[in-house]
């Protein structure tokens, strides 16, 4: 990672203190079997951010004026379990500096780590996934640190809702709230699955967007990608609703598998990045404060879930 900046924002608005949001670049990839190179993902979304025009046309902002650190990349190699640590830790640790914290990350698995942090952090929490693969079985291949599982945990002690599944296997149908899983074959005959979802979350959303929701016509380099998925228009409407309407108190994105002769993949990675910040502050004005209302008093009350000792 050479970035010295996001998307090369004057220093003033770059720097830890005065930022508002906090990105945590996160290179891992161990066990994608569809497409490799998941890995140089977050260089390819850093790089493509630099030529991004940081006026929104939509919310009438310029976002980046909030403030926006680059933090070192998380990037601990050693084994998934490791990684999963300090993403877990290092997410935290932005939390508690009273940061809106975002990731761009690179396998799916990596969400492990930030869904700990948030939930370890914020009461009632929904985790809004939005992507193709469930991936909510317990262990595939002797481990619980894998793509196949990554929300698995997050099914088990938040208020998951799935958006836009259209790949499992018929274990994960039984283990799946399917009153709260949107599958996208039904999403494409279903005018009313935005406000349902929407009704389904509690106040504090956590977003952890895979790539691989959105149509492969429009974002064919992602680590495992299927056709019938969302498209532009219809992924912003709903991000804005959700934005609007509940606490998004972070959010992560993952799965960009770039490719060296076709960039547009990672121009739609860096954009979407940007518009979802657009939407969290297109009604703060710069010099506001910021509170991201992470409750001290469930952390320190959450012994029985994720110790920072605990052992992956």
């Given at each position: 990672m050479t970035n010295n900046t996001y998307a090369g924002i004057p220093e003033e608005f770059a720097k830890l203190e005065q930022a508002k949001i906090v990105l945590i670049p996160v290179p891992f990839e161990a066990e994608n079997s569809i497409q490799k190179g998941s890995n140089k993902g977050p260089e390819a979304f850093l790089n493509a951010s630099n030529n991004l025009e940081l006026y929104d046309i939509e919310t009438d902002t310029e976002v980046y004026q909030q403030g926006i650190y680059l933090a070192d990349a998380v990037d601990e190699n050693n084994s998934p379990e490791a990684m999963v640590d300090a993403v877990h830790q290092t997410t935290k640790k932005y939390i508690k500096k009273n940061k809106f914290v975002t990731l761009f990350g690179s396998e799916h698995v990596v969400s492990i780590g930030t869904i700990r942090a948030f939930n370890d952090m914020y009461p009632s929490l929904t985790v809004l996934h939005i992507g193709a693969h469930a991936n909510l079985s317990k262990s595939k291949n002797g481990s619980f640190i894998n793509n196949a599982c990554a929300l698995h945990e997050a099914n088990q002690m938040t208020n998951?809702?799935?958006?836009?599944?259209?790949?499992?296997?018929?274990?994960?149908?039984?283990?799946?709230?399917?009153?709260?899983?949107?599958?996208?074959?039904?999403?494409?005959?279903?005018?009313?699955?935005?406000?349902?979802?929407?009704?389904?979350?509690?106040?504090?959303?956590?977003?952890?967007?895979?790539?691989?929701?959105?149509?492969?016509?429009?974002?064919?380099?992602?680590?495992?990608?299927?056709?019938?998925?969302?498209?532009?228009?219809?992924?912003?409407?709903?991000?804005?609703?959700?934005?609007?309407?509940?606490?998004?108190?972070?959010?992560?994105?993952?799965?960009?598998?770039?490719?060296?002769?076709?960039?547009?993949?990672?121009?739609?990675?860096?954009?979407?990045?940007?518009?979802?910040?657009?939407?969290?502050?297109?009604?703060?004005?710069?010099?506001?404060?910021?509170?991201?209302?992470?409750?001290?008093?469930?952390?320190?009350?959450?012994?029985?879930?994720?110790n920072d000792d605990d052992e992956y």
């Amino acid at each position: 990672m050479t970035n010295n900046t996001y998307a090369g924002i004057p220093e003033e608005f770059a720097k830890l203190e005065q930022a508002k949001i906090v990105l945590i670049p996160v290179p891992f990839e161990a066990e994608n079997s569809i497409q490799k190179g998941s890995n140089k993902g977050p260089e390819a979304f850093l790089n493509a951010s630099n030529n991004l025009e940081l006026y929104d046309i939509e919310t009438d902002t310029e976002v980046y004026q909030q403030g926006i650190y680059l933090a070192d990349a998380v990037d601990e190699n050693n084994s998934p379990e490791a990684m999963v640590d300090a993403v877990h830790q290092t997410t935290k640790k932005y939390i508690k500096k009273n940061k809106f914290v975002t990731l761009f990350g690179s396998e799916h698995v990596v969400s492990i780590g930030t869904i700990r942090a948030f939930n370890d952090m914020y009461p009632s929490l929904t985790v809004l996934h939005i992507g193709a693969h469930a991936n909510l079985s317990k262990s595939k291949n002797g481990s619980f640190i894998n793509n196949a599982c990554a929300l698995h945990e997050a099914n088990q002690m938040t208020n998951l809702i799935q958006v836009g599944v259209r790949s499992m296997s018929a274990n994960e149908k039984t283990i799946a709230d399917v009153e709260k899983t949107y599958f996208a074959h039904e999403m494409a005959v279903d005018d009313t699955w935005m406000d349902s979802a929407i009704d389904q979350m509690t106040d504090n959303v956590f977003i952890n967007f895979n790539l691989n929701a959105l149509d492969i016509s429009i974002m064919p380099n992602t680590a495992a990608p299927l056709p019938g998925g969302l498209f532009w228009y219809e992924t912003l409407d709903f991000l804005k609703q959700v934005f609007a309407e509940k606490n998004v108190v972070g959010f992560d994105i993952v799965e960009l598998c770039p490719a060296i002769k076709q960039k547009a993949s990672d121009f739609l990675a860096a954009k979407l990045y940007y518009k979802m910040l657009s939407y969290k502050f297109m009604d703060e004005e710069v010099g506001d404060d910021y509170d991201n209302t992470y409750d001290n008093s469930k952390q320190k009350n959450n012994a029985s879930k994720f110790n920072d000792d605990d052992e992956y």
